[in-house]
């Protein structure tokens, strides 16, 4: 009889070559095509806007997608760099035309972003308060991103109205290399100073309302990066990789190096077994499968995929959310490359939803036929057609994410190796999927 630790080896190649062999009998799925009558359902509901109510930035970061790494095509936003109130009156005002009466019982979302949004505090405090006051029946959910530098001034009003905070911060100091402020110096003492003080001053507040978002790079990893965030805070950040959109061309090996992480990843969030969540064995299962960007919430979706309600490529319809730029132009979130426009808030002539819906169509074709159709990744994708390319551009959209069947196969032997080490991670496995 084989030594126990063979036994476990053996039953991960089988389990291995069992999520392969689903994979590839899954089909790619999901909504293919659009039409206008889909839009405006969207748009009757839409109750999630972001205003980037400034693209003025007090940092300087090497990887920023306004940077050198990316093309200028990322770079060619509005003449605006500041936002004002009347474009987001204006924003309001256009969309309230379409929502219905659903749409009152409904939460509004509003978010701010940059830039540095806390550059333009007193513009965040004049949407609030007309929000507020013409919007009194929905109850509001508000939320920003920040670099935390700017967080000592604010704090007040952000804690007085509930926001939801994400600070972007990478880790410790040498994992914040490349969060520089615009003369060349370190950024980590002053912003982790605030972030002190509110979780000694504010103490519920800092537990309940701040979260905080890391990106991977060449100087960090996840494992140092939860340490980090884990003893400092007690919190577990949000992690991502550089964006793989619209990479300049003369920059792609310099891209190559400093995202080079050794493993693919996404947002660690999974829906697993609280029980086995907690557990040693399944916090670093949970680890790989994030560190892996594979998009399952649970152990049994994981070896036996399900498509349903599955949208093709992971990509939003339009108007499920709008982000706001400074001049009124509307993108489809905030994560959206700048080619991606629907029309502009302070030209509501130029949003022509016929015209969206046939771009939008066309694009994800061109994504489907030149990307997703040579991708071992394809069925369980959540790369966005909005991140990956332009819908305005008649370039050939090339997705930097799309796998073949060997780096497939790596990355779930990975998961088989890491859990062949313990044994008793195989029962518990199988326990799951005999739920």
């Known amino acids: 009889m084989l030594p126990i630790r063979y036994q476990v080896e053996y039953k991960m190649e089988i389990i291995s070559h ?14 293919l095509r659009i039409t206008p009558m889909d839009v405006y359902k969207k748009m009757a509901l839409l109750n999630n806007i972001i205003f980037k109510v400034t693209e003025e930035c007090n940092l300087d970061c090497y990887y920023c997608v306004y940077g050198s790494l990316y093309k200028e095509q990322l770079k060619k936003e509005g003449k605006e760099k500041t936002m004002t109130i009347d474009t987001a009156i204006k924003t309001f005002n256009f969309f309230r035309k379409y929502w219905n009466q659903a749409f009152y019982k409904r939460p509004l979302n509003i978010g701010f972003y940059g830039g540095e949004p806390l550059l333009n505090l007193d513009l965040i405090k004049d949407i609030v308060q007309y929000v507020r006051s013409t919007f009194p029946y929905n109850k509001l959910d508000l939320k920003i991103t920040t670099n935390g530098l700017l967080l000592d001034r604010s704090i007040d009003y952000l804690v007085e109205n509930d926001f939801k905070i994400m600070v972007s911060l990478d880790g410790n100091e040498n994992h914040n290399a490349y969060r520089l402020t615009r003369d060349g110096k370190s950024s980590f003492e002053k912003i982790a100073r605030n972030l002190d003080t509110i979780c000694l001053t504010y103490p519920d507040f800092f537990q309940r309302n701040i979260v905080f978002h890391s990106v991977l790079h060449n100087k960090n990893s996840i494992s140092e990066i939860q340490d980090f965030f884990r003893n400092r805070y007690n919190k577990a950040p949000v992690l991502s990789r550089l964006s793989v959109a619209e990479v300049n061309d003369t920059r792609i090996e310099e891209f190559k190096m400093i ?16 029980e086995f969540v907690r557990s040693h ?5 949970l680890q790989i499968l994030s560190m892996l960007s594979m998009r399952f919430h649970s152990f049994s979706e994981l070896l036996y995929p399900s498509n349903i309600d599955k949208l093709v490529t992971g990509s939003c319809l339009p108007f499920e959310k709008i982000f706001v730029l400074a001049d009124g132009t509307l993108l489809p979130c905030e994560r959206a490359n700048c080619g991606n426009s629907f029309g ?18 066309s694009f994800k074709m061109k994504v489907m036929t030149h990307n997703c159709a ?9 790369e966005c057609i909005f991140r990956i390319g332009s819908i305005n ?16 196969t790596k990355w779930i032997d990975s998961i088989s190796d890491f859990i062949s080490e313990d044994p008793t991670v195989i029962n ?5 999927l005999m739920e």
């Open 393 to 408: 551009s008649k370039d050939i959209p090339v997705c930097r994410s799309r796998t073949n069947l060997q780096q497939l």
């Open 18 to 31: 069992l999520i392969i062999k689903e994979l590839n009998k899954r089909e790619l799925n999901g909504v």
């Open 344 to 361: 502009n808030i302070n030209h509501d002539g130029s949003i022509d939803i016929n015209r969206i819906v046939k771009r939008y169509n």
């Open 281 to 285: 064995q399944g916090t670093q299962i």
């Open 428 to 432: 518990k496995l199988t326990r799951l």
């Open 374 to 382: 040579k991708c071992s990744s394809r069925t369980f994708c959540k």
């Open 259 to 274: 995202s080079d992480t050794g493993v693919e990843v996404n947002s660690p969030r999974l829906e697993i077994d609280n």
